[in-house]
């Protein structure tokens, strides 16, 4: 699910126990991080949680199980999608991330004259924007990574969503641009 997980799951038990399974990846960091430990992946043509679990579905059938090495914390979007089709996820939890208080950082940057919008990659990072900013940044212009984070941004109330990223960070970035004519 994420370049961290990758990291974790090789330092912990090496690409050896993965070589003869099928292997997903969410997105191209991820995939190209398994590359380089010599494992080959599976990755969608929608770099978010409901791609992949798209992509599970077409190469599983019912019953089948995987594993997912992941955070601690994370949403439960990716598991309802696969259990929709009969696959089963077991989450293998190898790390945490700590969240920081960076609402007097995010009021500075937020309240500059270039500040265009937000970028978020994930409905974690949506989640804790909200927390420490209390959902006073709502009306503002929000860039979400994925079906899953442009979600989260609506159902928190988010609504000006201009577009998406489909694909992944770089071509969020390159629409950014595009729509805007500035790099943020």
Not at 41 to 69: F, Y
Not at 73 to 80: A, G, L, N, P
Not at 133 to 139: D, R, V
Request: hydrophobic letters at 30%.
């Amino acid at each position: 699910m994420s370049t961290d997980g990758v990291r974790a799951f090789m330092e912990e038990y090496g690409p050896e126990c993965i070589r003869n399974v099928k292997v997903f990846s969410i997105g191209e960091r991820t995939r190209d991080l398994l590359l380089e430990n010599g494992v080959d992946s599976i990755t969608p043509p929608d770099h978010d949680s409901d791609g992949l679990a798209d992509s599970i579905c077409s190469c599983m059938k019912s019953g089948d199980r995987v594993i997912v090495p992941r955070n601690f914390s994370h949403t439960d979007i990716f598991e309802r999608r696969a259990y929709e089709c009969g696959v089963i996820c077991l989450n293998l939890v190898l790390y945490e991330y700590v969240e920081i208080d960076s609402s007097v950082e995010i009021e500075m940057h937020a309240s500059g004259p270039d500040a265009i919008g937000f970028v978020f990659t994930s409905p974690s990072e949506v989640e804790t924007f909200h927390s420490q900013t209390h959902g006073i940044y709502t009306g503002r212009r929000c860039f979400p990574l994925g079906r899953t984070t442009e979600k989260k941004l609506n159902d928190l109330g988010y609504g000006n969503i201009p577009f998406r990223g489909n694909g992944n960070f770089r071509e969020l970035i390159q629409k950014i641009y595009e729509y805007s004519g500035e790099w943020i």
